[in-house]
């Protein structure tokens, strides 16, 4: 079964860092896209972040610069590293499998599986 | 960044309804769109993508239409547990992917 789990979401103090990570089962993190999504209390969802399975990552412009996505392939985990949060960082952050690399090559697109989601509170 | 724009923003209907939800592109996306459905305290779950195409194990009283800027959702007979938020999203422009505002059904 394809699925993901995300953990390491809590309370920090602004200006704190927390790393999110999501395990993955059923497929290969490293052969496909994984991205970070999030969704501030009673808001929309917002992308966050990418990795893509050559490697090269991308980031939104509210995070730029203070968030770092990576993945250990051994574990097949993604991470998502926050640093700097603020107030507006609060949030459930999702990881999901973006895009699809089912013939070989991959194509960004839609976000499927989701993780179940971890909650992140930015607050003194 | 392209902007999704879905409207309603939310509305009420019955079961057996038929509904549809308007997503808008701010320029030519294609067919690069997906849909997503999110229950209260639950991950969004994906039920069209490239426009029309259904994700296996979707009820087929769920439909999607349109290219370019311009698409539709449609749930032919609403059921009870359809009641949920809506979400767009496109993929025409990436890496930097963007969801519509939601469009929240509730029961009438």
């Known amino acids: 079964e394809v699925q993901l789990v995300e953990s390491g979401g809590g309370l920090v103090q602004p200006g704190g860092s927390l790393r999110l990570s999501c395990a993955a089962s059923?497929?290969?993190?490293?052969?496909?896209?994984m991205s970070w999504v999030r969704q501030a209390p009673g808001k929309g969802l917002e992308w966050v972040s990418v990795?893509?399975?050559?490697?090269?990552?991308y980031y939104a412009d509210s995070v730029k610069g203070r968030f770092t996505i990576s993945r250990d392939n051994s574990k097949n985990t993604l991470y998502l590293q926050m640093n700097s949060l603020r107030a507006e960082d609060t949030a459930v952050y999702y990881c999901?499998?973006?895009?699809?690399?089912?013939?070989?090559?991959?194509?960004?697109?839609?976000?499927?599986?989701w993780g179940q989601g971890t909650l992140v509170t930015v607050s003194s | 960044a392209i902007r999704m724009t879905q409207s309603p923003s939310s509305f009420s209907a019955s079961t057996g309804d038929r509904v549809t939800i308007t997503c808008r592109a701010s320029q030519g996306i294609s067919s690069y769109l997906a849909w997503y459905q999110q229950k209260p305290g639950k991950a969004p779950k994906l039920l069209i993508y490239?426009?029309?195409t259904l994700q296996s194990g979707v009820p087929s009283r769920f439909s999607g239409s349109g290219s370019g800027t311009d698409f539709t959702l449609t749930i032919s007979c609403l059921q009870s547990e359809d009641f949920a938020t809506y979400y767009c999203q496109q993929y025409y422009s990436y890496p930097a992917l963007t969801f519509g505002g939601g469009t929240k059904v509730e029961i009438k």
């Open positions: 999901a499998r973006e895009g699809d690399c089912s013939g070989g090559s991959c194509y960004s697109g839609w976000f499927d599986p």
């Open positions: 490239a426009a029309s």
């Open positions: 059923g497929f290969t993190v490293s052969s496909n896209y």
């Open positions: 990795i893509y399975s050559g490697g090269s990552t």
